[in-house]
Structure formats: structure tokens, C-alpha cells
């Protein structure tokens, strides 16, 4: 370095395996994908620009990513100007275990936008013990579902959605009522 110069170079030197399904964007701007993760996206029937340009404005961390009626886990990693993403096939486990870092030890249920239920916190399965763990459908009642899928469409569509008040179908406990918060955490429809 001259004098007065501050300017530092780094160098970020990355081994992918063949089987990683991963994605190199430079200032938002692919610039490597694996061919594993260009496999999986041409055999999508979606448009494989859209879900290049949702990885593209991933924020760091890890958040789920309905592909296809599947559910993938993204993790994403910036530094300067590169962000790293890479997609990964979960299991039902491995989405409670995520589910469970994300909410703490509050009651969470990470579900599509029919309901159908793709991951669920401890503290959740205790209040919805009894009832199906599969669809909300077969856990609230008709009205409560009714107001749960119109408030998750607004939500998937990143409108801003009103806490409401639900009630379970008549399970082991009994009926019970429920607060529901519902916050868009992922992309592509969770």
C-alpha cells in the first residue's frame, strides 16, 4: 500500500462440490450457478428467471422456498458485494428444527398457502395436540379457515395482514381459541 492509499484487495477462493446447488451473485448480478441448482430449476414448470431474481434479493440467513410443491431451505451469505445462496432439499425434521430457531420458544406453524402445515414448533404442537398436523383445514373450524386462507393470500402477496382470532375444531381439549399472527418468511409462497 502507498501512502495515503487504504484501500485493501481481499480474494474469496470457493470450492463448490458438483452435487452443491449454489448460486454467485456480484451486485446482484448472477455470476456462476452450479449445475445441479440449473438442473433442478429447468425441470421446474416456474419461471426459472423469477426464481433466479427471488435468490438474487435473498437476505442473509436462511429461509424456506417453495419450489414446485416442495419446500427447499436457501441460505444465503454476503460480503461486499457477492452474496453466496445455496438451495437444500430439507426434511420435515430439519424445517421444525429451522422453524424452531426462527420463533424461539413461541408457537409457530410454517405452512403453504393452502394450509397445509410444512413445519411446526414444540409450542405449537402442544396447543394443536389432538388435531391433524398435516392441514389447518382439518385443525380450525370452517369460518377460522375460511379467514385464514383470504389473510394468507394478502400476506404471500407482501400486504400488511391483521393479527385475528380463530377457533379450533372440537379435538382431546376441546375447542380452543386462538390469536393468529401471519408473517411472510420465506419466498415463492411460504
Known amino acids: ?11 474469496l477462493d470457493l470450492k463448490l462440490s458438483s452435487n452443491s446447488m449454489t448460486a454467485i451473485y456480484r451486485d446482484g448480478i448472477l455470476q456462476q450457478i452450479t449445475g445441479s441448482l440449473s438442473s433442478l430449476l429447468d425441470n421446474l414448470p416456474a419461471d426459472r428467471i423469477a426464481i433466479l431474481e427471488d435468490l438474487a434479493t435473498s437476505s442473509d440467513g436462511c429461509r424456506p422456498m417453495m419450489l414446485s410443491d416442495q419446500v427447499w431451505l436457501t441460505s444465503a451469505l454476503t460480503a461486499e458485494d457477492t452474496t453466496i445462496i445455496t438451495v437444500m432439499n430439507t426434511s420435515r425434521l430439519e424445517l421444525d428444527e429451522w422453524l424452531e430457531d426462527f420463533h424461539g420458544n413461541r408457537p409457530g406453524i410454517l405452512c403453504d ?4 402445515i410444512l413445519a411446526m414448533t414444540e409450542a405449537a404442537g402442544r396447543i394443536f ?20 386462507t383470504t389473510a394468507a393470500g394478502k400476506c404471500l402477496k407482501g400486504e400488511r395482514v391483521r393479527d385475528f382470532t380463530a377457533l379450533t375444531e372440537p379435538g ?14 420465506g419466498t415463492r409462497g411460504t
Open 1 to 11: 500500500m502507498a501512502d495515503g492509499d487504504q484501500t485493501e484487495s481481499r480474494q
Open 113 to 116: 398457502r393452502s394450509g397445509n
Open 129 to 148: 395436540s389432538g388435531h391433524s398436523e398435516s392441514t389447518l383445514m382439518e385443525s380450525l373450524d370452517r369460518v377460522s379457515f375460511a379467514a385464514f
Open 172 to 185: 382431546q381439549q376441546g375447542r380452543r381459541s386462538l390469536l393468529i399472527s401471519l408473517q411472510r418468511v
